[in-house]
């Protein structure tokens, strides 16, 4: 869900949720199960941002 409304590639995709999940926003991958959200609403202070290296 996260590639097609984003459209984004598989890798990025991947880093984001790592992202989230090292965040405290999802919780770890349970196999073909879906990530349990564990916070519903956040202000945009608390969303990580990946910087980019040039």
Do not use: C, H, T
């Not at 890798?11 to 090292?22: G, M, P, S, T, V």
């Not at 990530?35 to 202000?43: A, D, G, I, M, N």
């Amino acid at each position: 869900l996260l590639q097609r409304r984003l459209s984004i590639g598989y890798a990025r995709a991947a880093r984001i949720l790592d992202q989230l999940e090292a965040a405290g926003f999802v919780g770890p991958p349970e196999g073909s199960k879906p990530r349990e959200v564990l916070k519903q609403s956040v202000s945009p202070s608390e969303i990580p941002v990946e910087e980019k290296g040039d």
